[in-house]
C-alpha cells in the first residue's frame, strides 16, 4: 500500500495473511515504512497505474525538476521483490530514502548488517530482508536512509526482497528486466479479458485488483489486503479481512468467468473445495488463504489504529460463527461452475450431497447472518434465502447433469423454506421483506431475492422491498446496508454506506426494467472511486471518503457484475444478473 507521498506504509511478507513489517498505515512511521520522496518542496505530484498493468508511477514536480516513482512486485519466482525506481524526467531533483523495517506488525526491531557484496541485511526471528542498491545507505535512530539525486534520464533502482531467515541470501534481480518481465506479464493477463462493453477500463481495473488480491499458490482470493481500517472513521469497527470468504464464492466466479478468466475461476473453485473438505458441520464463513481453519482474534495494543480508530485486530472471531448462507453460496458455486462448463474434481458432488444432507438438519437454527452481527443469533431472511438456494441449486444439477440425488427431500425442503421465508420474514407493515423474522427493520442483503432466483423482479413483494430500501436505507444516493432506524449500542454515527449494497440495488433494477435509475446508481460508485480506480467496502457521504478495508474484493467483484448487467441490458443476453436464478 503506497502512499500519494511516496511512501509504503502496509506490507504484510512474504503472504497476505503475514505479519506486516510496514504498518505506519496503522501507526506511525516508527512502526515501519519505506519513503522515497523529493527532499525539497514538492509542487505538484500525482499517479497512475501503467496501463493494463499494476505496476504504479508517483511523479514528483519541484522547483528544480521532475522525478518519476515507479513501484512493482515482479511475478513471483523463487522470492518476493519489492522494486522501487527512481527515473529522472526533467532537472535534477534531490531525493531522501528512510527505510523502517519493523516486523511484527511494528513491534520488532531486525539486527542489521552488510553483506560482502555490500548489500544490506535486515534479521528478526524467521524473517529476512535484502536491500540492495547502488545509492549509499547510512544507519540513523535504526533508521536506513539515504540522500541522493537524480538527473534527467537517470534510473536509480532500489530492490527490497523477502526470504525466510534460515535460508541462504535470495540472489538479486535485474531491476530493469524485472520491470519489463512484469509489464509484459499483466499486459498479456489482461490481453485475456473478454469484457468489451461500457466502462471497459473501469471493469478491467477491477479484474486486475481481483488477480493481485488472489494467493497464486493455492487460487484464494482475500477479500482485501488490510485489517482494522475503520468501518466508521475513529470507531471500533474495526476488522481483519485479510481471509477468503466462501460468501463471495458465487459472485467471484461469475465476475471471471464473464470476463473470460477461467483459469482464475477454476482455481478459486478448487481452493473452495479444499477448503470446505471434510465434515459440514465444521464449514466456516471464512477460511485463511491456504485454507486455514483457525482464525483467532486478538488486538495489537501497542498500534493506535487508523487515525485513532481502536482497537487494531489481528485475526478475525466471526470465523467460528455459524452462518447458513455459505452452504447456499458454496452449492450455487458448484452449479455455475458446472454450467459454466468448468471441470470439477469428481467428488464435488458426493461433497454437495454431505453438505444438503447436515442443512437438512440444521436450516431452521437461528445464526449470525450474512453480516457477521455477534451476539444471539436471529433467523436471518438471507440466511434462510440462501439455504433455499442450496436445494434450488442441488435438484438442478441433479436434473441436469444426471446425478443421483434425494430429489423428492430436497424439493420438499425447498418449499418449506419458500413459504417460511414468505410467511414469517414479509412484513405487511413495512410492505418489505426484512432483516429477520418479526423484526420492523430492512437489512439491504434482501436486495439480492430475484438475483438469486428466489422470486422475480416482478413480484409485488419485492416492488415493495425495493421501495422501502429506497425509502429508509439510502443516504445521499448510495445504500447502506444496515437499517439506520436501528436503536444501537454504539454511541457512533452509523457506518458508510455499503458499496456492494448500493451496487446490488443497480442489479435489482436492471432486473426490473429501470436500466436508467440502475445505470445512474454505477456512475455515483464508480464516480468516488479514488484516482486509481479503486474502491474500499463503504463510503462516507458526510465526509466524502471510502472507510473500511482496501481495495475491497467485494466491491470490485460487484462492480464487474453491474457492468455486465448494464451492457447486457442494452444487447439479448442475460447475465449476470439472471445467471444464478437459472
Keep these: 500500500m503506497v502512499g500519494r507521498n511516496g511512501s509504503i506504509d502496509w506490507l504484510c511478507w512474504p503472504a497476505f495473511d503475514s505479519d506486516a513489517c510496514f504498518t505506519a498505515l496503522l501507526g506511525t512511521h516508527k512502526h515501519g515504512r519505506w519513503l522515497i520522496a523529493p527532499a525539497e518542496e514538492i ?58 523495517i519493523r516486523f511484527g506488525f511494528g513491534t520488532d526491531i531486525p539486527w542489521v548488517k552488510r553483506t560482502d557484496d555490500g548489500a544490506l541485511l535486515a534479521i528478526c526471528g524467521q524473517d529476512m530482508t535484502v536491500l540492495r542498491t547502488p545509492v549509499e545507505t547510512r544507519g540513523e535512530d535504526m533508521t536506513t536512509v539515504a540522500d541522493f539525486a537524480v538527473g534527467e534520464g537517470e534510473t536509480i533502482p532500489f530492490v527490497l526482497t523477502y526470504g525466510p531467515s534460515h535460508l541462504p541470501l535470495p540472489g538479486p534481480i535485474n531491476p530493469a528486466q524485472a520491470l519489463q518481465d512484469t509489464e509484459d506479464f499483466w499486459t498479456d493477463w489482461c490481453s485475456h479479458c473478454t469484457y468489451e462493453g461500457d466502462n471497459r477500463d473501469l471493469v478491467l481495473r477491477s479484474l486486475i485488483t481481483l488477480k493481485a488480491l488472489t494467493y497464486g499458490p493455492t487460487g484464494g482470493i482475500v477479500a482485501a489486503p488490510t485489517t482494522s481500517l475503520p468501518e466508521k472513521l475513529g470507531g471500533a469497527r474495526n476488522w481483519d479481512y485479510r481471509f477468503c470468504w466462501p460468501r463471495d464464492a458465487t459472485f467471484t466466479l461469475l465476475a ?114 450474512i453480516w457477521e452481527r455477534r451476539g444471539e443469533g436471529r433467523h436471518y431472511v438471507s440466511s434462510k434465502v440462501m439455504t433455499w438456494v442450496a436445494f434450488d441449486r442441488g435438484i438442478k444439477s441433479a436434473e441436469k447433469f444426471g446425478f443421483d440425488a434425494p430429489l423428492d427431500r430436497w424439493r420438499t425442503l425447498r418449499d418449506t423454506i419458500c413459504r417460511e421465508v414468505c410467511d414469517k420474514g414479509f412484513n405487511h407493515e413495512q410492505n418489505a421483506f426484512v432483516e429477520s423474522y418479526g423484526s420492523q427493520l430492512l437489512d439491504a442483503s434482501i436486495l439480492l431475492l430475484p438475483a438469486v432466483g428466489f422470486l422475480p423482479a416482478s413480484d409485488p413483494r419485492v416492488r415493495g422491498t425495493i421501495e422501502a430500501i429506497e425509502k429508509y436505507m439510502m443516504r445521499d444516493g448510495f445504500v447502506l446496508r444496515h437499517d439506520p432506524r436501528e436503536i444501537s449500542e454504539e454511541r457512533q454515527p452509523i457506518e458508510g454506506a455499503f458499496l456492494a449494497c448500493t451496487l446490488w440495488l443497480a442489479d435489482a433494477y436492471v432486473l426490473s426494467g429501470e436500466i436508467a435509475k440502475a445505470q445512474a446508481l454505477f456512475d455515483r460508485v464508480v464516480g468516488i472511486a479514488n484516482d486509481l480506480g479503486l474502491l474500499a467496502e463503504e463510503f462516507d457521504s458526510g465526509e466524502g471518503r471510502q472507510t473500511g478495508n482496501f481495495p475491497q474484493a467485494l466491491t470490485h467483484i460487484a462492480l464487474i457484475n453491474t457492468a455486465h448487467n448494464l451492457s447486457d441490458a442494452k444487447q439479448p443476453l442475460e447475465k449476470p444478473a439472471m445467471q444464478r436464478s437459472k
Excluded at 497512475?48 to 528544480?64: G, H, K, Q, S
Design 43 to 100: 509542487v505538484k505530484s500525482s499517479r497512475r497505474y501503467w496501463d493494463n498493468t499494476l505496476i504504479l508511477e508517483t511523479r514528483f514536480e519541484t522547483a528544480n525538476g521532475v522525478v518519476a516513482l515507479i513501484d512493482f512486485m515482479p511475478p513471483r519466482g523463487n522470492a518476493s521483490d519489492v522494486v522501487r525506481l527512481l527515473r529522472g524526467v526533467r532537472g535534477r531533483v534531490k531525493l531522501r530514502m528512510e527505510l523502517v
Design 256 to 369: 471471471l468467468m464473464n470476463s473470460g478468466y477461467t483459469e482464475e475461476a477454476s482455481a478459486w473453485h478448487n481452493w473452495l473445495l479444499r477448503a470446505v473438505a471434510g465434515s459440514p458441520a465444521n464449514m466456516q464463513i471464512m477460511y485463511g488463504i491456504m485454507g486455514q481453519r483457525r482464525l483467532l482474534e486478538w488486538e495489537a495494543g501497542w498500534l493506535p489504529g487508523y487515525e485513532g480508530a481502536q482497537p487494531v485486530r489481528i485475526g478475525n472471531a466471526a470465523h467460528a460463527q455459524l452462518q447458513l448462507d455459505v452452504y447456499g453460496e458454496l452449492i450455487d458455486a458448484f452449479h455455475q461452475s458446472r454450467m459454466a462448463e468448468l471441470e470439477l474434481d469428481e467428488g464435488s458432488w458426493a461433497l454437495e450431497c454431505a453438505v444438503l444432507q447436515h442443512l437438512a438438519d440444521v436450516w431452521d437454527q437461528p445464526d449470525h447472518g
